[in-house]
């Protein structure tokens, strides 16, 4: 789940991690009350999206002036925001970030983030700080510092003075990021983040050091026991699809495709994704609808992908095992007559029952194709697609 970055900045303050004085706006009128608390000449006005550039599609702006603010957080409010991390629709920006605005002496990049190999956390960090980490990876390779932290260790003090050191710094500078470093990542292993990326940590002015940009992700299974982030989330800044998925315990990612796939197990379902691939077509989405799926829960999977208006063709690729075939017939026919089925759905499959389920199919009503194998279903959804065309 990712939040904002003011969401992100008030959870590492709790921590002890230094950040500029702000307050978070939804509508313009607020606005006033917070310039006449910051009292500061220069004010920068952040449009709150999940995506990064945000200051090359206009939603960052340094103001000169109380009335500057004003107008500026009242054109940003409202705002259709594109950057190459949306969509080709944008985000629209519903709430404004109101912070002091520093000069800025130098610039660091700082990232914790979840190591899949270790199972353990890398620490990411550069001299290079407020661009793209991407395009310092590529041209200054050796300007990125890495440093991996084993499974169930903390980070100790002598760690963050060797980031420290790497970045440059020194004196009272050094003793200040080394605070804000142990803090950031007392934060990131208290809350189950899966990534904390700061982008600049600024050194201003006194030698301060600041974390003046935030992006926060955390994982979805720990939320559980971090109420306080989960009653973070923005439903708005998420695919209304992959909300209802949610709600129904299903594992959804939307796509750029046109084929619908609903399939049990990961496994399967990327392989059945390269598979329509392979055979020149493009998934719609990721749907896993895991273990022992209710024909209630079949039901809605197929009606959430069904909804997509991208999806002009759907292919099921089923293994039941937990899973009753049977179970995955009814829930798809049930789910046919409530949607008026119109679009081609070919559906593969084996397991339990699998005998009754293919005869359910048969015997719907319902222009639904059942195949034997998986590579007779990939060619099978993709031509009849291409015939709709």
């Known amino acids: 789940m ?34 006449s608390w910051l009292n500061e000449e220069k004010i920068i006005v952040k449009a709150q999206v999940h995506a990064g550039g945000r200051g090359k599609a206009g939603g960052v702006k340094v103001c000169n002036n109380h009335q500057e603010v004003i107008k500026t957080v009242d054109k940003m409010i409202g705002m259709r925001i594109i950057t190459p991390q949306t969509s ?4 629209i920006v519903t709430r404004v970030y109101l912070e002091k605005a520093y000069e800025i002496k130098k610039e660091f990049y700082f990232c914790i983030t979840v190591d899949r190999e270790t199972g353990g956390n890398t620490i990411i960090s550069s001299k290079k700080g407020g661009v793209d980490i991407e395009e310092v990876a590529e041209k200054y390779p050796d300007e990125i510092f890495k440093m991996k932290i084993s499974p169930g260790s903390d980070l100790l003090t002598h760690h ?29 292993t208290s809350l189950d983040a899966a990534m904390i990326e700061v982008n600049p940590l600024a050194v201003v ?35 209304p699809l992959e909300l209802e998925a949610a709600r129904h315990d299903l594992n ?33 989405n990721f749907m896993d609808v ?12 197929f009606k959430l992908i069904y909804r997509d208006s991208d999806v002009k063709g ?54 639904i194709k059942p195949v034997d194998t998986m590579e007779q279903a990939a060619k099978d959804v993709v031509t009849l697609v291409k015939e709709k065309k």
């Open 205 to 239: 002015n006194d030698d301060d050091i600041l974390v003046l940009d935030c992006k926060s992700s955390f994982d979805d299974n720990a939320l559980y026991r971090q109420r306080q982030v989960a009653e973070m989330k923005d439903e708005n800044e998420y695919d």
């Open 252 to 284: 959804y990612v939307k796509l750029d495709g046109n084929i619908g796939l609903m399939v049990n197990g990961a496994g399967l379902s990327m392989a059945t994704m390269d598979i329509i691939k392979h055979y020149g077509g493009e998934a719609a």
């Open 160 to 188: 963050a003075r060797t980031i420290v050191y790497n970045l440059g710094l020194s004196g009272n500078a050094a003793k200040k990021a080394q605070k804000n470093i142990l803090g950031i990542y007392k934060a990131f």
């Open 88 to 91: 080709e629709e944008g985000k």
């Open 2 to 35: 990712d939040i904002h970055e003011y969401q992100a900045k008030q959870l590492l303050s709790k921590y002890g991690v230094s950040i500029p004085p702000g307050e978070v706006v939804y509508q313009t009128h607020e606005a006033e009350n917070i310039v």
């Open 314 to 367: 759907i292919l099921i690729n089923i293994f039941g095992g937990m899973m009753r075939c049977n179970d995955i017939a009814e829930g798809l026919v049930n789910a046919s007559k409530e949607v008026g089925l119109d679009k081609p759905l070919v559906v593969r499959l084996e397991g339990t029952n699998v005998e009754m389920g293919m005869e359910i199919l048969k015997n719907s009503g319902f222009p």
């Open 290 to 301: 895991a273990g022992a799926a209710t024909p209630e829960r079949v039901a809605a999977a």
